[in-house]
Every structure is written in C-alpha cells, then in structure tokens.
C-alpha cells in the first residue's frame, strides 16, 4: 500500500525482492500482490497477525510453495525458485519456528544432511563433518556434542543444531521465523550476537517475531502485512511500537491484559511430593475453580515435563493426586483426560494438532464418544461441536474442511485449544499458549482464557513470557532445576521477584 521514506534505501540494491507476489489456496488468497526488499548487511522484520501470510512467503522463498502471480529478483534478476534445493543452492536458508530434525540422527548428521562432505569414492567423509560441525556450534556458543544423538537434546537445544543446520550452507539470505521462542535469556543474547556477525558478512537477514523488544532490538527495517497484502515497510528507527502495532492490526491496541475480577471457588486439584526420577522432585500446590496459576521458570527448570507427568504423557515416580478431594491415579493421557484434565502443549506441531486432518476432525478426536452413535461417527454432529468451539475462540479460516496444516501458528494453536475444551474439562494446563503468536491473536487468548476461568474452570499457564504471567496469573509457582522454588502473589509477583527466584539470585 505504502512505503515510509522509502528512499532510505535509494542507490541501494535488495539481493532479493518479491514484487507483487499472489498466492491462492482453495477458498484463500493467502497473498495478494505483496512486495518485500531484502538489503545485504541488515535484518528486515517482517510483522504481522496470525493470517497475514508471514510464512506462505517463508515457504515461497524456500521453493517449497510455487506463486500464482508475481515475480522473485536475486540480485534485480528474475529467478524461479522450483524446489527448496534450488532456493538453498540460489543461497536461502531458513531457521523454522517449528524445528525439522531428526531425532535417529547424531547432531553433526543432522547439521549436514543433505550436503554432507565427501572424501575418496564419494563416500561421507565423517571426520570431517564433525570437525565442520564443532567449528559451526562453537561460531553461535552451543555447547553439544557433534556425536550426540538429537533425541537426547532439549528443545532449545534442538534449535540450536536447526540454526547451526541452516548456517551450514554458504548463504546470502538467511530468514529466522521465531527464532528465539525455545531459547533461555542467555541463548538469545547469543544469537543477537550471531545477527550481528551475519550482518557483518553482509549477508540478508528476514527477522519474523512477534516480540517487539527484539524487533526492535535487532531490525534495521520492517514489512508490515495484513490479511494477505502488503500494508507499508521503512525504517524502524523512524516508527515507535505503538504505531506498528496499528499497521499490523489495523486499530489501537491498547490492552493486551484482560481485566479480570477472579471469583475463586473450591479446590479442585491437589498435588502433593510430585516426583520423577530425573525432571523434578517434590512438586506440592492447589488449584482452586476460576483460578489462573502460572508456573515460570528458566528454560530447563522442568515445568513442561512437571505437566505432561500431570496429563499421564510421562509417569511420575511418587506423589498424589486428588481431583475435587478424591484421590486420583493417572496413568495415561486417558486417564487425565477421564478425570478431568487436559493439557495444551507447547509444541503444537508435533503433540497437539493432526496437520493432515481437517480442522473439525481435530477438534472432535477427544470427544469422539459424544458426537457418535452405536459406534458410528455423526457428521453432524462433528460439524456442530467444531463450530461452537471455533465460534468461541474466533478462529480464522475458510471452511471447518479446511486442512489444519494450512493455517497459521496462532489458528494451529487455537483448534488445539478448541480440543480440549470441547472435553468439557475441570483443569486445564495451558503450555506456553501465546507462543510464536501474533499480538491480536494474543490478546484473543487472553480474553478466553478469562472468560475460561470466569465460568469456573481452573486454568494453569505455563509461560516464559513475563508480561503474560504476571497480568493473567492470580498466583505464581516458580521453577527452577526440576523443583518448586517460590510462590508469589499480590504486590509481590513483579519481574524482579520472578527473575530473582528462577535464577537462584
């Protein structure tokens, strides 16, 4: 639609370009005329809602999506860009929000597959690929070993060996799509490190977050889209948060907070000495009805792990269970899920959507008994519990048919929301709910998740982001290395005291 002073960049040359890009899905035009500038030597923020078509463009760079209309320039030449070998080898590479590993594969076979070295008669040459990987993981200060096996890292560490894989190829543009959502304070500080080496290298950096502190931290430009089209780009040093946020959703956004007066009812889940063997130990707490808990804590303090033991994912070695006084035994997620608790979990990719089936049928796979008859699935009544709870969370699509692995992030994450609430649960364990979401889907969830707890669910929320938990929890349990360190409440709960706690100071 416009630029702002788009002559910041006049005599300079993009190393990449797409003009008046379209993409067509059937019912969706995911992209509709969109431009985007990528200059050699800076980090181009490219923002947007849930929707906006942030990652049709990743997988059009990266030869995985084929445009409709428009054209890609490398260099002001006009280029195609067939296959994801073709773009990796035209010098794209990408750091993806959801990791693509392999967890059979050691560290170094994953940094390299594909293009691995080669010595005599073509064979791997594994040496070499080792010493090539131990020099790329020190280059961004990942201590892993080469030899490990993937399986046996955590997810930040996982996003390490994904960063480490795509730096792998001698790249020109490199996109990093929620680069740091797995990464611990320390992790991050190290790869806006590497930004700034890359940027040294003068290499193209696209930069898609919906942190503004670090948009702003690590970006020299932005591109803002909206609904599929292209809105504005410029200079960020020439524009504040609050009017990006406006091109981005189109109106102020004021509040991302809802505000809540809890009405808090009777206990409805008691743990007590919760442990296992090697994720945590003695976890004890209460949750009452209409309450929001959060549970904080620095990556690696087991929070995750606490609450997929909780769900039946993992089985706890000791500790009790009671749900609304009665003593409780799970054993799987059936189990929980019987008594009344579900869980929402961070990866969404891999543990809480089918991206192969269409977004009715996820939301209905919990609750199969309640939409079938004499052992057969009514459609209708498939469609109907679909859209009651899609309806509720404003979810964002062209028909319930539509493929979930179609949608974006923040509607993957809602119809996995959707799915569990559909249960009609008692507890429900929200992990890292916001994350790699944009800021209107954000404060969505946020309403939802009062209006959850205003009709007297209780809600526990895992969250790494500071602001989320302190202006949606009414108490916070703190986490560090496996075991319950704080509980905070009132004027007590700030940044400080969170931060305090987590890290041992």
């Given at each position: 639609?416009?630029?702002?002073n788009?002559?910041?960049?006049?005599?300079?040359?993009?190393?990449?370009?797409?003009?008046?890009?379209?993409?067509?899905?059937?019912?969706?035009k995911?992209?509709?005329?969109?431009?985007?500038?990528?200059?050699?030597?800076?980090?181009?923020a490219?923002?947007?809602?849930?929707?906006?078509?942030?990652?049709?463009?990743?997988?059009?760079?990266?030869?995985?999506?084929?445009?409709?209309?428009?054209?890609?320039?490398?260099?002001?030449?006009?280029?195609?860009?067939?296959?994801?070998?073709?773009?990796?080898?035209?010098?794209?590479?990408?750091?993806?929000?959801?990791?693509?590993?392999?967890?059979?594969?050691?560290?170094?076979?994953?940094?390299?597959?594909?293009?691995?070295?080669?010595?005599?008669?073509?064979?791997?040459?594994?040496?070499?690929?080792?010493?090539?990987?131990?020099?790329?993981?020190?280059?961004?200060?990942?201590?892993?070993?080469?030899?490990?096996?993937?399986?046996?890292?955590?997810?930040?560490?996982?996003?390490?060996?994904?960063?480490?894989?795509?730096?792998s190829?001698?790249?020109?543009?490199?996109?990093?799509?929620?680069?740091?959502?797995?990464?611990?304070?320390?992790?991050?500080?190290?790869?806006?490190?590497?930004?700034?080496?890359?940027?040294?290298?003068?290499?193209?950096?696209?930069?898609?977050?919906?942190?503004f502190?670090?948009?702003?931290?690590?970006?020299?430009?932005?591109?803002?889209?909206?609904?599929?089209?292209f809105?504005?780009?410029?200079?960020?040093?020439e524009?504040?948060?609050?009017?990006?946020?406006?091109?981005?959703?189109?109106?102020?956004?004021?509040?991302?907070?809802?505000?809540?007066?809890?009405n808090?009812?009777?206990?409805?889940?008691?743990?007590?000495?919760?442990?296992?063997?090697t994720?945590?130990?003695?976890?004890?707490?209460?949750?009452?009805?209409?309450?929001i808990?959060?549970?904080?804590?620095?990556?690696?303090?087991?929070?995750?792990?606490?609450?997929?033991?909780l769900?039946?994912?993992?089985?706890?070695?000791?500790?009790?269970?009671?749900?609304?006084?009665?003593?409780?035994?799970?054993?799987s997620?059936?189990?929980?899920?019987?008594?009344?608790?579900?869980?929402?979990?961070?990866?969404?990719?891999?543990?809480?959507?089918?991206?192969?089936?269409?977004?009715?049928?996820?939301?209905?796979?919990?609750s199969?008994?309640?939409?079938?008859?004499?052992?057969?699935?009514?459609?209708?009544?498939?469609?109907?519990?679909?859209?009651?709870?899609?309806?509720?969370?404003?979810?964002?699509?062209?028909?319930?048919?539509?493929?979930?692995?179609?949608?974006?992030?923040?509607?993957?994450?809602?119809?996995?929301?959707?799915?569990?609430?559909?249960?009609?649960?008692?507890?429900?364990?929200?992990?890292?709910?916001?994350?790699?979401?944009?800021?209107?889907?954000?404060?969505?969830v946020?309403?939802?998740?009062?209006?959850?707890?205003?009709?007297?669910?209780?809600?526990?929320?895992?969250?790494?982001?500071?602001?989320?938990?302190?202006?949606?929890?009414?108490?916070?349990?703190?986490?560090?290395?496996?075991?319950?360190v704080?509980?905070?409440?009132?004027?007590?709960?700030?940044?400080?005291?969170?931060?305090?706690?987590?890290?041992?100071?």
């Open positions: 639609m416009h630029a702002i788009a002559q910041s960049n006049v005599g300079k040359v993009p190393i990449l370009s797409l003009k008046g890009i379209t993409k067509i899905f059937p019912g969706v995911a992209l509709d005329e969109v431009n985007l500038d990528l200059y050699s030597g800076e980090v181009t490219l923002v947007g809602e849930n929707g906006a078509g942030k990652s049709t463009v990743v997988k059009i760079l990266t030869g995985i999506y084929q445009p409709d209309g428009g054209t890609i320039q490398i260099d002001e030449t006009p280029t195609h860009l067939p296959t994801a070998q073709t773009a990796a080898e035209m010098g794209i590479t990408a750091i993806h929000q959801e990791t693509v590993l392999f967890d059979e594969l050691s560290v170094a076979e994953n940094i390299f597959l594909g293009h691995a070295p080669r010595g005599a008669f073509g064979l791997i040459d594994r040496s070499a690929m080792v010493r090539k990987a131990t020099k790329i993981l020190e280059s961004i200060g990942a201590d892993i070993e080469p030899a490990q096996r993937l399986r046996d890292l955590g997810i930040a560490n996982k996003h390490l060996v994904a960063i480490a894989r795509a730096l190829t001698d790249a020109r543009v490199v996109i990093m799509d929620e680069p740091t959502a797995a990464l611990s304070h320390k992790e991050i500080q190290e790869l806006y490190e590497l930004v700034e080496k890359l940027k040294s290298q003068n290499k193209a950096i696209l930069f898609i977050s919906h942190k502190d670090e948009i702003f931290r690590i970006a020299d430009r932005f591109t803002v889209f909206r609904d599929g089209q809105v504005a780009d410029g200079r960020l040093d524009i504040n948060e609050a009017e990006l946020v406006k091109m981005m959703v189109g109106r102020d956004v004021n509040q991302i907070f809802p505000t809540r007066e809890p808090i009812g009777k206990d409805v889940l008691e743990v007590e000495n919760m442990s296992h063997p994720e945590f130990a003695d976890i004890s707490f209460t949750l009452r009805r209409g309450e808990l959060g549970f904080y804590g620095l990556v690696g303090a087991g929070r995750s792990e606490f609450m997929q033991s769900f039946g994912i993992t089985r706890a070695a000791t500790g009790t269970i009671k749900i609304d006084g009665e003593p409780t035994t799970i054993h997620s059936a189990d929980a899920t019987k008594a009344g608790i579900v869980y929402v979990p961070e990866d969404r990719g891999t543990q809480g959507a089918i991206t192969a089936l269409p977004i009715f049928q996820n939301i209905t796979l919990p199969l008994k309640q939409t079938s008859k004499k052992g057969f699935i009514r459609l209708a009544e498939e469609f109907s519990l679909a859209r009651e709870y899609t309806q509720r969370l404003d979810l964002r699509a062209a028909s319930l048919d539509t493929l979930t692995g179609n949608l974006s992030g923040g509607n993957q994450q809602k119809i996995v929301i959707a799915k569990w609430l559909a249960t009609q649960p008692k507890v429900i364990i929200l992990d890292e709910p916001t994350k790699g979401i944009d800021i209107g889907s954000k404060a969505a946020h309403d939802f998740m009062a209006e959850l707890a205003a009709q007297g669910l209780a809600v526990i929320m895992v969250s790494s982001e500071i602001p989320e938990i302190i202006g949606m929890s009414d108490r916070v349990i703190v986490m560090r290395e496996g075991r319950r704080a509980e905070i409440t009132g004027s007590d709960l700030t940044p400080e005291s969170l931060v305090r706690h987590a890290a041992g100071i």
